[in-house]
């Protein structure tokens, strides 16, 4: 009996149970497949476009850095034009930019850029309402702002965008108090958090359901009346740090998304600040940058971390790249956002 030959065709695909590995038929033997993440650097980033820089306070420039790791933040591009007291929100994928505010008005821009690749930001649209100083909650698909200071306005308006579009904004409903100044970012893919903020000083904490639209609700309440503190999650816990009542503070504290209640003592940053960039891994919490209070705000290039599931004080992760900062430091105003956070 004859034996029929097999042809292989080019490209066929097999496991070799040998190795372990996925191969490719190129023609003329088997080849392993190479498997790459698509983040350049293998894992979450978090990324910092604009900031207060000098000589006119703002900036254009977006860094950013890989959360597993600790390290000095790297240049990533530019935004359109230089601004501070922007937010930020973000999807897997997509991070977006959002108000902030450059002489001599409020801004409705946000801009987006792709997490996976580095690059200058590209238009999305507008926020319903120019502000800044506002606060913004995202899971996959939606952003929502909230508060922030405009003086033609109340600063009680949230408003919302799909991240994966352009366009803008469309009313959302309205914050029970008006928050000038307010944190954001906390998430856990269902329920939306925002706290503090002045108009006057706030520690009450208030919560959304993103998918909906609404009026917020009341959570609970931070520790002080505390400003310019910032904030990020994994699914199952809030953290909340920096800020200033009237000093700046070093205090972390935090909550539990999905329940009711004030919030709980965390541990410190390594250096007492306000303004700070939190960015989040499932497990990690990093804070970047911030500044000492007025009048005179001496600016920090300083990142630190905690593991978000302990508690205890922040350690040392590295530094801020100084692209874009002509005094060689660029404070990010809470504009911060991670393609690795508790709403994902």
Not at 151 to 168: E, F, K, L, Q
Not at 331 to 336: D, H, I, K, L, M
Request: glycine share 14%.
């Amino acid at each position: 009996m004859s034996i029929i030959p097999v042809t292989v065709p080019t490209g066929a695909i097999r496991y070799n149970t040998d190795s372990n590995k996925m191969e490719c038929f190129n023609g003329t033997k088997w080849m392993q497949i190479a498997v790459s993440s698509p983040d350049l650097n293998g894992g979450a980033r978090g990324v910092v476009p604009g900031g207060n820089s000098s000589p006119d306070g703002t900036s254009e420039s977006i860094s950013y850095i890989t959360i597993s790791t600790a390290g000095n933040s790297t240049d990533f591009g530019d935004l359109s034009v230089g601004i501070n007291a922007n937010t930020g929100g973000a999807s897997r994928t997509r991070g977006l930019s959002l108000g902030g505010s450059f002489s001599p008005a409020r801004q409705t821009t946000v801009e987006y850029f792709t997490f996976s690749s580095t690059g200058n930001s590209q238009d999305y649209g507008d926020l319903s309402v120019a502000r800044a100083e506002l606060g913004c909650v995202t899971n996959q698909t939606r952003a929502v702002c909230g508060g922030g200071s405009d003086p033609s306005s109340d600063s009680d308006v949230m408003d919302y965008g799909t991240i994966a579009s352009t366009g803008t904004f469309v009313d959302f409903g309205n914050l029970v108090d008006d928050r000038e100044s307010v944190g954001g970012g906390i998430s856990n893919g269902t329920r939306g958090i925002f706290y503090g903020g002045t108009s006057p000083a706030q520690n009450t904490i208030e919560y959304i359901t993103i998918a909906t639209t609404g009026n917020s609700q009341d959570f609970g309440d931070c520790f002080d009346t505390e400003i310019r503190k910032q904030g990020c999650s994994n699914s199952t816990r809030g953290l909340i740090a920096s800020g200033n009542s009237p000093t700046t503070r070093k205090r972390i504290e935090y909550l539990t998304t999905a329940t009711l209640g004030n919030t709980i003592d965390f541990g410190e940053l390594t250096v007492a600040r306000r303004n700070v960039g939190a960015v989040e891994s499932p497990t990690r919490a990093v804070f970047i940058g911030g500044e000492a209070g007025s009048p005179s705000p001496a600016k920090y290039n300083t990142i630190d971390y905690v593991q978000i599931a302990s508690t205890g004080d922040a350690v040392d992760f590295g530094d801020m790249d100084t692209a874009g900062g002509t005094d060689g430091v660029i404070v990010p105003c809470g504009n911060a956002s991670s393609n690795a956070h508790g709403g994902l």
